[in-house]
């Protein structure tokens, strides 16, 4: 609901498209911290802190301020307008899961992490239906809540969460390897940076004139393909390898999005968007498990830190042309430049690791 609150402040498109950069880049600072000191510091100590921070952002973003006190709120909060955690927390959360013994019961692991991070995105999505009766500010104090319920549970976790050999840096060729999926996933989440949740419920809402619960409902929906679809991939991996599920089931989605500009209705442009959502997740757990599977255990904090810094940190880059498309192209123009990027990356992806197996 982020971009159409703003929109209700009386902010343009521009300026929405600065707050969610905002938010981005605040994510993309804690990324970077995890990335280099979290295995040092202490997993739980950094965890602990952004929790902390994410409560701060949503209590801010509560406040009838200026443009100046809320984009500060979103980077301080790392507010997410991809819709989904995509930032410090994140790539931590991954790494202490990845310590799993085989390549199997990684991905298995990570595929039931994000899908219960999509039940949590359910369970957002149906708050937004009381707006009508609580307003914006209780659902900004709702999701603060969320955002600390952290300092609740961070601090049970068990100490083998902790790294047991700290280690920055990596060896020659995990450097390559690391070095590589990085430069891919700058030009993915480039794409993606055009697609965030915020400006797809911007489309729906100017487009189709829908209202904040039907946003809502349509979010729903896809949140629970997103869960589906990280057990799909699971089960396709084990047949067809980590790389080909990446890349098969990700490369359609960019064609679903170039049509949806071209439905008249919004039924039309409702199903071509669950369709893209039942196959959009799939590339997430199984690359996370494969990036995990070509570098050491020691190496494995570092790599998807680095990893999630790249692509948090181009998302960052987007939405703000994003804003300026829709203001001076239309408001289908992001669609089309974010669906163009991403299946460039797909086939790049494809080329470039199609023969290096996960160990």
């Known amino acids: 609901m982020l971009a159409i609150y703003l929109d209700k402040r009386g902010f343009g498109p521009s300026a929405i498209g600065l707050i969610v950069t905002a938010g981005l880049a605040g994510g993309a600072a804690a990324t970077a911290f995890v990335s280099f000191f979290a295995d040092t510091v202490g997993r739980r100590r950094t965890l602990f802190a952004i929790a902390l921070l994410g409560a701060a952002g949503g209590v801010g973003l509560s406040a009838d301020a200026s443009f100046a006190v809320l984009i500060s709120a979103a980077f301080v909060g790392m507010v997410n307008g991809m819709g989904h955690d995509?930032?410090?927390?994140?790539?931590?959360?991954?790494?202490?899961?990845?310590?799993?013994?085989?390549?199997?019961?990684?991905?298995?692991?990570?595929?039931?992490?994000?899908?219960?991070?999509?039940?949590?995105?359910?369970?957002?999505?149906?708050?937004?239906?009381?707006?009508?009766?609580?307003?914006?500010?209780?659902?900004w104090f709702g999701y603060a809540a969320a955002m600390g319920a952290g300092l609740l549970l961070y601090p049970g976790l068990s100490t083998q969460a902790e790294a047991t050999r700290p280690k920055r840096g990596f060896s020659p060729e995990a450097g390559r390897r690391v070095g590589k999926f990085a430069a891919l996933s700058a030009i993915d989440s480039l794409g993606s940076g055009f697609l965030t949740s915020a400006i797809l419920s911007f489309y729906f809402y100017k487009r189709f004139g829908l209202q904040e619960t039907q946003i809502a409902w349509l979010l729903v929906a896809g949140d629970v393909?997103?869960?589906?679809?990280?057990?799909?991939?699971?089960?396709?991996?084990?047949?067809?390898?980590?790389?080909?599920?990446?890349?098969?089931?990700?490369?359609?989605?960019?064609?679903?999005?170039?049509?949806?500009?071209?439905?008249?209705?919004?039924?039309?442009?409702?199903?071509?968007?669950?369709?893209?959502?039942?196959?959009?997740?799939?590339?997430?757990?199984?690359?996370?498990?494969?990036?995990?599977?070509?570098?050491?255990?020691?190496?494995?904090?570092?790599?998807?830190?680095?990893?999630?810094?790249?692509?948090?940190?181009?998302?960052?880059?987007?939405?703000?042309?994003?804003?300026?498309?829709?203001?001076?192209?239309?408001?289908?123009?992001?669609?089309?430049?974010?669906?163009?990027?991403?299946?460039?990356?797909?086939?790049?992806?494809?080329?470039?690791f199609k023969n290096l197996k996960p160990q």
């Open 86 to 139: 995509r930032g410090g927390a994140y790539a931590l959360e991954q790494s202490i899961l990845s310590q799993e013994e085989s390549v199997q019961e990684r991905t298995w692991s990570l595929a039931l992490y994000h899908a219960v991070g999509d039940l949590g995105s359910v369970i957002g999505s149906l708050a937004v239906l009381l707006l009508p009766w609580i307003g914006y500010r209780n659902l």
């Open 225 to 352: 393909l997103n869960i589906a679809s990280n057990f799909l991939a699971e089960r396709i991996a084990r047949r067809i390898g980590l790389v080909n599920t990446m890349v098969f089931t990700h490369l359609p989605t960019s064609l679903l999005l170039m049509l949806l500009p071209l439905c008249p209705r919004f039924w039309m442009a409702a199903g071509l968007f669950l369709l893209r959502e039942l196959l959009v997740e799939m590339d997430v757990p199984t690359r996370q498990s494969y990036l995990a599977s070509i570098v050491s255990p020691e190496e494995r904090t570092s790599a998807l830190g680095l990893v999630q810094l790249t692509r948090t940190s181009m998302w960052a880059v987007a939405p703000g042309f994003a804003g300026w498309m829709i203001g001076s192209a239309g408001l289908a123009a992001p669609l089309y430049a974010g669906a163009s990027i991403k299946a460039v990356y797909d086939l790049l992806l494809w080329r470039a």
